[in-house]
């Protein structure tokens, strides 16, 4: 698998193809495609339609090879709260359509810590009335990134964009003058990137997207205690088992997430419980669907089955009615007591 690397122009890209032993590819309908051991990097062009088509026909020919996405780029700063030549994470782009009219279809990065939002226009902006009209929807503005975002959106690719601000977008500094710094842009943003591209601790990635009380640091401790026996690793190693980057991508809050780490973790250390809960999910999936509540005893130590449920309508009656016509109680008995414990093993 590799990273996409996309860049409008090949200035903003000098640092990082002489980072790797990049070499061009021939056999696309346009030139400005290189390929090393581990990136794909594109000089797409400036605007919209160029790097729509030029990136969909990369992802195209590298589809089921791709990891994310990652833009390059410098930009325009919309507001005085961010400073020029520093590099900034971007976390929701817009894009405007027309002078005065925005296209409301966003798109937000994979990149959990980026906090600030970009908005691609489909002209520079060199004036400070339009500045302030579009100051409104983001901090920052260039031309490429929605449309990448959209292209990665049609092709399930994850995206991050790095934007280095080379001046306020009111028209006060002239191209030849950030084409003139191109070479300590390039600089910085491959600085950021080599930055970004270390792989944070477990350690890191909880604090990050998860929740823990006390209480439940010592559930995840014995968790991994538990674990790193039945696996045969060091308790550090624990957690590579479980995909922690799925769980954070999730829109579940940092409390949810956890319950979400536990539970996968319960299904790495007690499988057959994990089977046997999704066997009696599918057989009570009725009285689910008619609002009904279901429970068992803990550990499954019996065959009850305790239901509750709140009806406010005659409606509410019906649906549980048919419900309990389709309970198959017998089969969650036999399923509870063993019965069926080859099915469940296969």
């Not at 005085?80 to 937000?108: A, D, G, H, P």
């Not at 306020?168 to 950030?178: L, M, Q, T, V, Y």
């Not at 910085?188 to 009380?213: C, H, M, R, V």
Request: proline residues 2%; neutral net charge.
């Amino acid at each position: 698998m590799k990273n996409v690397l996309v860049f409008a122009h090949r200035a903003e890209a000098k640092f990082f193809l002489e980072s790797e032993n990049f070499t061009a590819l021939q056999n696309l309908p346009f030139s400005e495609v290189y390929t090393s051991e581990k990136s794909i990097l594109l000089i797409s062009g400036e605007g919209i339609q160029a790097a729509t088509e030029k990136l969909s026909i990369v992802l195209t020919v590298f589809s089921g090879k791709i990891s994310e996405v990652l833009n390059f780029g410098v930009a325009g700063s919309l507001t005085e709260k961010l400073t020029k030549n520093e590099v900034y994470k971007i976390r929701t782009v817009y894009n405007e359509k027309s002078k005065n009219e925005v296209n409301f279809k966003s798109f937000t990065s994979e990149d959990k810590t980026a906090s600030v939002d970009c908005i691609t226009t489909f002209e520079r902006v060199f004036d400070k009335e339009r500045a302030k009209f579009l100051s409104c929807f983001a901090g920052i503005t260039d031309r490429e990134l929605w449309a990448i975002a959209s292209v990665c959106s049609l092709f399930k690719a994850p995206f991050k964009s790095y934007k280095l601000i080379s001046d306020f977008a009111d028209g006060e500094i002239s191209c030849f003058e950030i084409s003139e710094n191109a070479f300590e842009f390039s600089k910085k943003l491959f600085e950021n990137y080599t930055f970004s591209d270390k792989k944070p601790t477990q350690n890191e990635i909880l604090a990050e997207g998860f929740y823990f009380s006390t209480a439940q640091k010592n559930i995840l401790h014995n968790f991994q205690k538990a674990l790193a026996i039945k696996l045969k690793v060091h308790e550090n190693e624990v957690l590579s088992f479980v995909n922690l980057q799925e769980i954070l991508q999730s829109e579940a809050r940092p409390k949810q997430r956890t319950s979400l780490l536990f539970e996968r973790l319960n299904e790495l250390l007690n499988p057959f419980n994990a089977k046997l809960k999704s066997r009696l999910e599918e057989l009570t999936e009725p009285l689910k669907k008619a609002n009904c509540e279901v429970k068992f005893a803990k550990d499954y130590e019996n065959d009850s089955v305790i239901l509750s449920v709140k009806i406010e309508h005659k409606k509410h009656v019906e649906k549980l009615k048919n419900a309990l016509e389709k309970f198959d109680y017998e089969a969650i008995r036999e399923v509870l007591n063993g019965e069926k414990s080859k099915g469940l093993e296969s």
